[in-house]
């Protein structure tokens, strides 16, 4: 094959390109306008040493654009997107507009719902706090639970600094005494108090359950008299 073929190949496969994209444009100016209103999930900017404490999740979105675009709307990729050109710890009413939603093009926002949200950050904060063992179920033999210690005692959580100061102590996964009469040791994961509350280490502790029978030790020391 010549250049100068080569050349003319190129020229004509670019001109089809552009016929083509000519084409589907036209026919989308053509085609009639249609409306459609989304659940649009609303997603937050990462705002540094600051939780979003209470947010609004979602809202409707008024979407308009060529007939076969709206038909063919996939809900999930429209999003709103907002963030704080100075966050601080504190309640806001951030506005909503067309700027913030994020869709895909030849569509444009004719309404959003609501168009003002409530938004409240609080200051990050990591602690130590207490874990105090869950127990349930009955003990065999009459025997009754004389103490129930977790190891390690205290574990590392991050979360909103006003819910952490308010936290007295995390609990683990229930731990079962149905058929203990003797000491035992178990696994158990910590569980958050709150969605908001991160468990950092350990997510899972030990706790040993020290168990006693009343009346063993008078019995036993009865026995030893007589002997």
Not at 35 to 40: F, L
Not at 69 to 90: C, H, Q, T, W
Not at 182 to 190: I, M, P, T, W, Y
């Amino acid at each position: 094959m010549s250049e100068a073929t080569s050349i003319w190949g190129l020229r004509l496969l670019a001109l089809a390109l552009a016929v083509t994209a000519w084409f589907v444009l036209s026919v989308e100016n053509r085609e009639p306008p249609s409306e459609k209103v989304v659940q649009a999930t609303v997603r937050y900017d990462n705002f540094p040493g600051l939780i979003v404490v209470q947010r609004v999740e979602s809202v409707r979105i008024g979407i308009l654009g060529p007939k076969s675009k709206i038909l063919s709307l996939n809900p999930y990729l429209v999003d709103v997107f907002v963030e704080l050109p100075n966050p601080a710890r504190g309640a806001f009413d951030v506005p909503l507009t067309a700027e913030n939603v994020i869709l895909p093009e030849a569509l444009e926002v004719v309404s959003i719902e609501p168009n003002i949200i409530h938004l409240e950050l609080d200051v990050e904060k990591t602690d130590l706090l207490p874990v105090t063992a869950r127990l349930e179920g009955e003990p065999a033999a009459g025997a009754k639970v004389r103490m129930a210690e977790v190891i390690p005692p205290r574990i590392l959580v991050r979360g909103p600094e006003s819910m952490l100061d308010t936290i007295g102590s995390l609990f683990t996964t229930p731990v079962d005494l149905t058929g203990h009469a003797l000491d035992f040791q178990e696994q158990a994961a910590v569980l958050p108090p709150d969605p908001l509350v991160n468990i950092v280490q350990p997510v899972v502790v030990s706790v040993r359950i020290l168990m006693e029978i009343p009346g063993a030790d008078s019995v036993s020391n009865s026995k030893d008299s007589a002997e």
